[in-house]
């Protein structure tokens, strides 16, 4: 059975750095491409960008290039989303997909995680 | 790049046939035969409805379908149920090898 299951919920300072995770399992996590959508409060979903863990190459949305990083360790099936500073703008929930009926069709989700930045 | 364009709502009748379309550009849904719809309930993570304009998924209803035309696409709901009602989303793949969603429209079922 596919599935990701992301990290748990984080309150998080303006400022401080963050790490969060989606580990895959159930299938081949190298050959299929994991994308990452913001969801701010009561607001649509935004792609952000795009992973293919097999090789690493990473897509970002233009809006998203330079505030986050997205990166895939093989060796643990996970797939993470950083920001090295956060900002009151970034509380939003976190959800990660990965295609795999189709190449461009996003077929599995997690569950989502919630970030919420504060003073 | 900007979010394809979608109503804010519908809605239908139980029983009844609502479609939403969603607009883009030659750069994204005119350019390529790869948009796909997803469906999400409050609180929940959005779910595939349809792929590849017209694909469906294991285990959705062919109540479910889509086309194109130029750069407009289309999801129609046919017997329309008190499930549907939930917010919809559509995205294409774009010549910047990323992905774009719709604004999102939330269906209501009278």
């Known amino acids: 059975e596919v599935q990701l299951v992301q990290s748990g919920a984080e309150v998080k300072k303006p400022g401080e750095s963050l790490k969060i995770s989606c580990k895959a399992s159930?299938?081949?996590?190298?050959?299929?491409?994991i994308g990452w959508v913001r969801q701010m409060p009561g607001k649509g979903l935004e792609w952000m960008g795009i992973?293919?863990?097999?090789?690493?190459?990473?897509r970002y949305r233009p809006s998203f290039q330079g505030q986050v990083t997205i990166s895939a360790d093989k060796s643990l099936n996970t797939a993470y989303l950083q920001w090295s500073s956060l900002k009151a703008s970034d509380t939003a929930m976190y959800y990660c997909?990965?295609?795999?009926?189709?190449?461009?069709?996003?077929?599995?989700w997690g569950q989502g995680t919630q970030v919420s930045v504060s003073s | 790049q900007s979010a394809l364009t979608q109503p804010a709502s519908v809605s239908g009748s139980p029983g009844q046939s609502i479609t939403i379309s969603c607009t883009g550009t030659?750069?994204?849904?005119?350019?390529?035969?790869?948009v796909s719809w997803y469906q999400q309930h409050p609180g929940k993570a959005p779910k595939l409805m349809i792929y590849?304009?017209?694909k469906w998924p294991s285990g959705v209803s062919n109540r479910f379908s889509g086309s194109k035309s130029g750069n407009t696409a289309s999801l129609t709901i046919s017997g329309l149920q008190a499930e549907d009602e939930a917010d919809y989303y559509c995205?294409?793949?774009?010549?910047?090898?990323?992905?774009?969603f719709g604004t999102g429209t939330k269906v209501t079922v009278l």
């Open positions: 997909a990965c295609t795999i009926v189709g190449a461009t069709a996003w077929d599995y």
């Open positions: 159930g299938y081949s996590f190298t050959r299929y491409w």
């Open positions: 992973i293919y863990p097999g090789d690493s190459d990473t």
């Open positions: 030659s750069s994204d849904v005119g350019g390529y035969n790869y």
């Open positions: 590849d304009v017209s």
């Open positions: 995205s294409s793949y774009t010549s910047s090898s990323t992905y774009v």
